[in-house]
């Protein structure tokens, strides 16, 4: 049996591709897409994307609570990695803008790689008109992976037209709730926070996978749990703004899962000062053992920063109580305020040392935490101690020698026969009347 020749194999491989059905052109693609999904077709100068649009009602209070922000513009992307290099493409973005009691939903969806330079045109026009940004981790991801592909496609003047104001409300719900809720992922800040659950959503992990499988020729069904799950990223991030905004406003005197250190520091940054006291205090009166020393020092550098350092001392004043390691270190703070900020060497030096006496009780009672908890403290009880006793004598002997100088001032402008007598007797020498003029013994020749 004699094989085929290389022209017939080659010829019959010819024949089988022609016989397979061809996929459909980019253009075909993105109409068939678009008339699935009930959608959008937005043609662009290079390229068709399809646009969904959708309505969110919100709750009247959320609608209020965001109106009195700047507007802006929610913005979540969905892409094919979680890398920002060259390779990872867009193909998913949700702007999201509040009307009235309605948040409006705009999605652009790629329907395939030669259309991207369209899409990324459609979406720096949609968040090119906006006073600000929202994003959650966007100034991490989101932003700088629309930066690189408009760089890439040489849109330069797109890019230069993005808003300058940029909210990343990350930062802000990490402060917030992660160490109650021991996340911050937006799934977990949902359901811990904002009480949403999703039903029926398409997982992060599996979003690539399905936007890859329908470019393989798989059916649009894919995409459509991948465009609800975008569509649900950018009404949290409203509904999550909108709780933060409760928060400041007072809101966190009632919140049931919140971390008051973060809020203080939220508070801090929009200037309330009182308030971020008054969230301290509350956190005080509910801390338990550990959480308690940062509590307390970040309202005693809040109250030394107002210029109350009477307050300041104050707040550690009942940890001084206790006979364990947290007395002695309320102590150290005590001293630390002494000496930086009301310039009472003599005093920061009392409490190092009523540091050092509470530690040798709290050894001898076992309450310190083990050795290597008290060696510690110990180190920093023990430098502080020689350093405050340094700079005390040194203050001692300036103190002696300005007196000093000031009693040879007084020394050196009291004449001599006005200064006091070292032999004793009376203050002052008299010097009594002034000495006669001794009669001369020459002898005088008599004249002649």
């Given at each position: 049996?004699?094989?085929?020749?290389?022209?017939?194999?080659?010829?019959?491989?010819?024949?089988?591709?022609?016989?397979?059905?061809?996929?459909?052109?980019?253009?075909?693609?993105?109409?068939?897409?678009?008339?699935?999904?009930?959608?959008?077709?937005?043609?662009?100068?290079?390229?068709?994307?399809?646009?969904?649009?959708?309505?969110?009602?919100?709750?009247?209070?959320?609608?209020?609570?965001?109106?009195?922000?700047?507007?802006?513009?929610?913005?979540?992307?969905?892409?094919?990695?979680?890398?920002?290099?060259?390779?990872?493409?867009?193909?998913?973005?949700?702007?999201?803008?509040?009307?009235?009691?309605?948040?409006?939903?705009?999605?652009?969806?790629?329907?395939?790689?030669?259309?991207?330079?369209?899409?990324?045109?459609?979406?720096?026009?949609?968040?090119?008109?906006?006073?600000?940004?929202?994003?959650?981790?966007?100034?991490?991801?989101?932003?700088?992976?629309?930066?690189?592909?408009?760089?890439?496609?040489?849109?330069?003047?797109?890019?230069?037209?993005?808003?300058?104001?940029?909210?990343?409300?990350?930062?802000?719900?990490?402060?917030?709730?992660?160490?109650?809720?021991?996340?911050?992922?937006?799934?977990?800040?949902?359901?811990?926070?904002?009480?949403?659950?999703?039903?029926?959503?398409?997982?992060?992990?599996?979003?690539?996978?399905?936007?890859?499988?329908?470019?393989?020729?798989?059916?649009?069904?894919?995409?459509?749990?991948?465009?609800?799950?975008?569509?649900?990223?950018?009404?949290?991030?409203?509904?999550?703004?909108?709780?933060?905004?409760?928060?400041?406003?007072?809101?966190?005197?009632?919140?049931?899962?919140?971390?008051?250190?973060?809020?203080?520091?939220?508070l801090l940054r929009a200037g309330a000062v009182g308030e971020a006291l008054a969230v301290l205090e509350q956190a005080l009166e509910a801390a338990d053992g550990s959480e308690a020393p940062a509590i307390r020092r970040l309202a005693a550098r809040l109250l030394v920063a107002a210029g109350d350092t009477d307050r300041a001392e104050a707040?550690?004043?009942?940890?001084?109580?206790?006979?364990?390691?947290?007395?002695?270190?309320?102590?150290?703070?005590?001293?630390?305020?002494?000496?930086?900020?009301?310039?009472?060497?003599?005093?920061?030096?009392?409490?190092?040392?009523?540091?050092?006496?509470?530690?040798?009780?709290?050894?001898?009672?076992?309450?310190?935490?083990?050795?290597?908890?008290?060696?510690?403290?110990?180190?920093?009880?023990?430098?502080?101690?020689?350093?405050?006793?340094?700079?005390?004598?040194?203050?001692?002997?300036?103190?002696?020698?300005?007196?000093?100088?000031?009693?040879?001032?007084?020394?050196?402008?009291?004449?001599?026969?006005?200064?006091?007598?070292?032999?004793?007797?009376?203050?002052?020498?008299?010097?009594?009347?002034?000495?006669?003029?001794?009669?001369?013994?020459?002898?005088?020749?008599?004249?002649?």
């Open positions: 049996m004699t094989g085929r020749s290389l022209t017939d194999r080659l010829l019959a491989v010819r024949t089988a591709r022609s016989a397979s059905p061809q996929p459909a052109r980019p253009a075909e693609r993105a109409e068939g897409l678009a008339r699935w999904l009930g959608a959008q077709l937005a043609i662009g100068d290079v390229g068709r994307v399809v646009r969904v649009e959708r309505t969110i009602t919100l709750r009247t209070e959320t609608a209020a609570r965001l109106a009195t922000l700047p507007p802006g513009c929610y913005f979540d992307t969905e892409t094919t990695g979680l890398s920002t290099g060259a390779g990872t493409v867009i193909f998913l973005a949700a702007a999201a803008r509040l009307q009235g009691r309605q948040l409006a939903v705009r999605q652009f969806l790629l329907p395939d790689y030669p259309d991207e330079r369209a899409l990324l045109r459609l979406v720096a026009a949609e968040l090119g008109d906006a006073a600000r940004i929202v994003t959650y981790n966007g100034r991490a991801f989101d932003l700088p992976l629309l930066a690189s592909r408009l760089t890439v496609h040489g849109l330069w003047q797109d890019l230069s037209g993005l808003p300058a104001r940029h909210d990343d409300l990350l930062p802000v719900a990490r402060r917030l709730w992660r160490r109650p809720l021991g996340g911050a992922r937006l799934a977990e800040i949902e359901a811990g926070v904002l009480g949403l659950r999703r039903a029926s959503d398409c997982p992060s992990a599996e979003v690539p996978g399905r936007w890859f499988g329908y470019l393989r020729g798989g059916s649009p069904d894919l995409l459509a749990d991948v465009l609800d799950h975008n569509a649900q990223d950018v009404a949290s991030l409203a509904l999550l703004e909108a709780q933060m905004v409760h928060l400041r406003d007072g809101g966190w005197r009632t919140a049931s899962v919140l971390d008051h250190r973060g809020m203080a520091m939220e707040v550690w004043r009942p940890s001084t109580r206790q006979a364990s390691i947290d007395a002695a270190i309320a102590w150290i703070e005590v001293a630390r305020i002494r000496e930086r900020y009301c310039s009472d060497l003599p005093a920061a030096l009392e409490a190092i040392l009523s540091a050092s006496r509470i530690l040798d009780l709290a050894f001898a009672l076992g309450r310190g935490g083990g050795m290597q908890a008290i060696g510690r403290v110990r180190l920093q009880v023990e430098s502080r101690r020689r350093r405050l006793q340094r700079r005390v004598a040194a203050a001692e002997r300036r103190r002696e020698r300005h007196l000093g100088l000031r009693a040879g001032s007084r020394r050196a402008r009291v004449p001599a026969d006005r200064r006091p007598d070292q032999a004793g007797g009376s203050r002052y020498t008299n010097p009594g009347p002034p000495a006669a003029r001794p009669a001369s013994t020459a002898t005088h020749r008599p004249s002649e």
